[in-house]
């Protein structure tokens, strides 16, 4: 049972050192109780209350970590069945799958698309993360040959091993050294040889079962052995089964607490269909509902793109604006003679109107007024996009040393506050500029300070 806010403030030191990021230990214990915030995060609990805390306070689904670094990967810690209840925690990753029995030059292939199919949207790059490595004929040396080849090659891929040979695992896990590697998989044949694996070298580890309730039994044996950091494959290898699986793991972690279900799960939609088009409507499926990691065959673009961008919108967190940091933006290299434009700082309006600035390769400064992640006519209505609060960001800005000139281009939706705003700052003059920022290009090419 999770434990409240005041039941774990009276395990804590009470210190108030505010050395966490939390001026108080109570407002820390409240953080900790809600999930916001790891109980490890205080640097002076004892072990034994991290240790009550942190059992009490995990998340029904487990959080697992594949890799190293600021690259390492990152499934679980989901603790609704919906978006709109709270969020969703941590997106799902995509795995290209490379095997031993495939030729070289569609292993290169697979491994440069991996380092090269990568994608900025609102700030945001959108990429695979992992590439999944299969012993197809227990061949040690040509998995190893194999793993060092990934190893060497894509610096930034986190790594699933996939064989039937123990003995190969362990010699490709000691291979990735501090990359550590998701080990696949533990089933009926040797759970004892790959539980003290993954033990050994503190990796997380993959359960394969044959159908949801072998699954069961397979994961119970491994916590019972002392493993927590596990993923779950049921088996499933049609869209119907998998789609089934998932939703009854969900709900069985979420609702009930059910533990021997509540870890991540790997998905492989790459065994379920030869056709790469329907390989992509099941995997759009199971992003949704609820995989941890998806196994891809190849990676195109044409059909990568579509489900990152699906990614990112199902893991946004719907309860907080995607926000840029207020500031002046230089583009195009910009001097003390160049144009000068505001607008918010919700992610979506700054990069829609960057970019068409840049396209229009008019050297600008854009002004990034913070709005709380609102868009400008709602931001407007709300009072924080006003001419008094445009005026003071302006003086504080530091934009009246960077330019000769004293003229502001406003968005053409805010053109009733023009007069507000001369007001508010007299020594400028302002313009307004196009309602959309698709007219911007014309706009800037035309500009001439007044």
């Given at each position: 049972?999770?434990?409240?806010?005041?039941?774990?403030?009276?395990?804590?030191?009470?210190?108030?050192?505010?050395?966490?990021?939390?001026?108080?230990?109570?407002?820390?214990?409240?953080?900790?109780?809600?999930?916001?915030?790891?109980?490890?995060?205080?640097p002076?609990?004892?072990?034994?209350?991290?240790?009550?805390?942190?059992?009490?306070?995990?998340?029904?689904?487990?959080?697992?970590?594949?890799?190293?670094?600021?690259?390492?990967?990152?499934?679980?810690?989901?603790?609704?069945?919906?978006?709109?209840e709270?969020?969703?925690?941590?997106?799902?990753?995509?795995?290209?799958?490379?095997?031993?029995?495939?030729?070289?030059?569609?292993?290169?292939?697979?491994?440069?698309?991996?380092?090269?199919?990568?994608?900025?949207?609102?700030?945001?790059?959108?990429?695979?993360?992992?590439?999944?490595?299969?012993?197809?004929?227990?061949?040690?040396?040509?998995?190893?040959?194999?793993?060092?080849?990934?190893?060497?090659s894509?610096?930034d891929?986190?790594l699933?091993?996939?064989?039937?040979?123990?003995?190969?695992?362990?010699?490709?896990?000691?291979?990735?050294?501090?990359?550590?590697?998701?080990?696949?998989?533990?089933?009926?044949?040797?759970?004892?040889?790959?539980?003290?694996?993954?033990?050994?070298?503190?990796?997380?580890?993959?359960?394969?079962?044959?159908?949801?309730?072998?699954?069961?039994?397979i994961?119970?044996?491994?916590?019972?052995?002392?493993?927590k950091?596990?993923?779950?494959?049921?088996?499933?290898?049609?869209?119907?089964?998998?789609?089934?699986?998932?939703?009854?793991?969900?709900?069985?972690?979420?609702?009930?607490?059910?533990?021997?279900?509540?870890f991540?799960?790997?998905?492989?939609?790459?065994?379920?269909?030869?056709?790469?088009?329907?390989?992509?409507?099941?995997?759009?499926?199971?992003?949704?509902?609820?995989?941890?990691?998806?196994?891809?065959?190849?990676?195109?673009g044409?059909?990568?793109?579509?489900?990152?961008?699906?990614?990112?919108?199902?893991?946004?967190?719907?309860?907080?604006?995607?926000?840029?940091?207020?500031?002046?933006?230089?583009?195009?290299?910009?001097?003390?003679?160049?144009?000068?434009?505001?607008?918010?700082?919700?992610?979506?309006?700054?990069?829609?109107?960057?970019?068409?600035?840049?396209?229009?390769?008019?050297?600008?400064?854009?002004?990034?007024?913070?709005?709380?992640?609102?868009?400008?006519?709602?931001?407007?209505?709300?009072?924080?996009?006003?001419?008094?609060?445009?005026a003071?960001?302006?003086?504080?800005?530091?934009?009246?040393?960077?330019?000769?000139?004293?003229?502001?281009?406003?968005?053409?939706?805010?053109?009733?506050?023009?007069?507000?705003?001369?007001?508010?700052?007299?020594?400028?003059?302002?313009?307004?500029?196009p309602?959309?920022?698709?007219?911007?290009?014309?706009?800037?090419?035309?500009?001439?300070?007044?």
């Amino acid at each position: 049972m999770a434990l409240t806010g005041i039941q774990i403030l009276k395990m804590l030191p009470k210190k108030n050192c505010g050395e966490c990021g939390i001026p108080t230990c109570l407002a820390f214990a409240m953080k900790v109780a809600a999930g916001q915030i790891e109980i490890g995060e205080c640097p002076y609990v004892s072990d034994e209350a991290k240790e009550t805390i942190g059992e009490a306070s995990a998340p029904p689904i487990r959080t697992i970590k594949i890799g190293s670094g600021d690259s390492a990967f990152t499934a679980g810690g989901e603790t609704c069945l919906f978006r709109h209840e709270k969020r969703f925690e941590h997106p799902t990753g995509f795995a290209v799958l490379i095997s031993t029995d495939m030729a070289g030059d569609d292993v290169d292939g697979r491994i440069n698309r991996f380092k090269s199919l990568r994608y900025e949207r609102v700030g945001v790059l959108m990429k695979a993360d992992l590439i999944a490595i299969k012993d197809a004929a227990g061949d040690q040396g040509a998995f190893t040959g194999l793993v060092q080849k990934v190893l060497d090659s894509a610096e930034d891929a986190n790594l699933i091993l996939i064989s039937d040979s123990t003995d190969n695992l362990a010699a490709a896990v000691k291979l990735c050294g501090e990359r550590k590697p998701l080990i696949y998989s533990a089933d009926q044949a040797d759970i004892d040889g790959l539980a003290g694996l993954a033990k050994d070298s503190a990796c997380a580890l993959a359960v394969k079962g044959d159908n949801l309730d072998n699954t069961i039994e397979i994961t119970e044996k491994l916590t019972a052995a002392g493993l927590k950091d596990l993923a779950i494959d049921t088996g499933a290898r049609t869209l119907r089964a998998a789609l089934e699986d998932n939703v009854v793991a969900r709900r069985a972690a979420i609702n009930t607490k059910f533990k021997p279900l509540g870890f991540p799960t790997i998905m492989f939609p790459c065994e379920m269909t030869d056709d790469p088009l329907m390989e992509a409507m099941i995997s759009s499926v199971l992003i949704a509902k609820y995989a941890g990691i998806i196994v891809l065959s190849d990676l195109q673009g044409d059909i990568l793109f579509p489900l990152l961008l699906e990614r990112l919108n199902i893991f946004t967190d719907p309860q907080r604006p995607m926000v840029v940091q207020e500031d002046i933006y230089s583009i195009n290299g910009p001097d003390e003679n160049s144009p000068v434009l505001i607008t918010c700082n919700f992610s979506l309006t700054y990069f829609i109107v960057s970019g068409e600035i840049e396209g229009s390769n008019v050297p600008s400064w854009l002004l990034i007024k913070d709005t709380e992640g609102l868009s400008v006519l709602t931001a407007w209505a709300a009072g924080k996009f006003g001419a008094d609060l445009i005026a003071q960001f302006i003086k504080k800005s530091g934009i009246e040393d960077k330019v000769k000139h004293r003229e502001l281009i406003i968005p053409g939706y805010l053109a009733t506050i023009k007069g507000e705003l001369e007001e508010e700052l007299p020594e400028w003059t302002i313009t307004i500029g196009p309602r959309e920022a698709g007219h911007l290009p014309a706009f800037l090419k035309e500009w001439k300070p007044a």
